[in-house]
């Protein structure tokens, strides 16, 4: 059984139990999303006509009241029947979402607690640099996201930078437990609204980064696809980590900061102190070294704490809060 769903001006098959984002995203219609797990709100909706069953939409995420409105998680929401909706971009078009069966070919640890895995596809698959998967655990039906590190021209390997969660599903379970090159891994993708916009309507301004962990991992690809389109761009690239057994990747940024002038990483330690880096917080080493930020983009990808104290600081320095883009790494395991 089918349902229409109308958003947008334009008409898409949904099937029973199939939630509407799912749905609009495999038939390439843009519809905003980040966590998809009902946590962030970015998927809110007005249902304008028919009837949804909200599934496993949080109370914190769409309150009582936000229901009775009409209101919906796209993410979470099922179609009942024929339904209309407002929430979607008219004309705009996404990379469709794909199921993919990729093939392990590499798993290597590259930081404390951090593994860089990479995933052979079979066919391309047409995403946007920042963007990110789903990966399938094998034998429980959990789902996790993980960012590319990849630019779009890559795309039959995806890189993902994995950090252990202790006790996690995925992670203790099975990334950090027996994943070897060969095995096959089932995944969904491209997901995400934390891109770059198209090459037409990037102004070539001032780009600051920052990324806790392994939210650098999105951070890399955009700030190589930022350059490739304009060489000689100023792009700042914070990566806030607890010590420098967590710092990874270091030779190739170092290798594009030789490349491209314009571009400097700045590797920051907030618990164990190293002469050789800067200490303290990210967010506070761009207040430091930027004295104004009017004119320029912010992107930032970690933890929500890091997260929102970046929103805080660039704001400080004269940031338009619409050139401010941000990604929160919450573990899965930790929602419930």
């Not at 980064?209 to 792009?235: D, N």
Request: aromatic letters at 6%.
């Amino acid at each position: 059984m089918t349902f229409a769903v109308s958003v947008g001006g334009r008409r898409v098959e949904c099937a029973a139990g199939q939630t509407l984002l799912d749905a609009c995203l495999r038939a390439g219609v843009w519809m905003p999303n980040s966590c998809n797990q009902g946590t962030c709100g970015t998927c809110k909706l007005t249902v304008l006509s028919g009837e949804v069953d909200h599934g496993a939409s949080p109370l914190d995420t769409l309150t009582v009241e936000e229901r009775g409105a009409g209101l919906a998680l796209a993410c979470q929401a099922r179609p009942l029947g024929d339904v209309t909706v407002g929430g979607g971009a008219e004309g705009r078009t996404t990379h469709p979402l794909r199921d993919l069966s990729a093939t392990v070919l590499e798993v290597a640890d590259i930081a404390r607690d951090t593994r860089r895995v990479l995933l052979g596809l079979a066919e391309p698959l047409a995403f946007e640099a920042g963007q990110y998967v789903e990966l399938v655990v094998p034998g429980s039906g959990a789902r996790r996201q993980y960012s590319l590190a990849n630019t779009a021209d890559e795309d039959k390997v995806l890189e993902l930078h994995v950090r252990r969660v202790p006790g996690g599903v995925a992670t203790d379970g099975w990334l950090f437990a027996g994943l070897a090159a060969g095995d096959t891994v089932s995944a969904t993708g491209p997901l995400g609204d934390f891109h770059l916009p198209p090459e037409t309507e990037d102004d070539g301004g001032p780009m600051v980064l920052i990324g806790g962990g392994t939210g650098l991992a999105p951070l890399v690809g955009i700030a190589r696809t930022a350059l490739r389109r304009q060489p000689g761009r100023q792009v700042l690239l914070y990566h806030g980590v607890r010590g420098a057994a967590d710092l990874y990747d270091l030779e190739r940024l170092g290798e594009l900061a030789e490349e491209h002038r314009g571009f400097e990483f700045v590797p920051v330690l907030s618990e164990e102190p190293d002469p050789a880096y800067r200490g303290g917080f990210p967010t506070d080493a761009f207040v430091e070294d930027v004295g104004s930020a009017r004119g320029w983009s912010g992107w930032l990808c970690g933890p929500p704490p890091m997260v929102e104290a970046g929103v805080k600081a660039f704001k400080r320095r004269r940031m338009a809060p619409r050139h401010i883009h941000r990604e929160k790494f919450t573990p899965a395991d930790a929602l419930g």
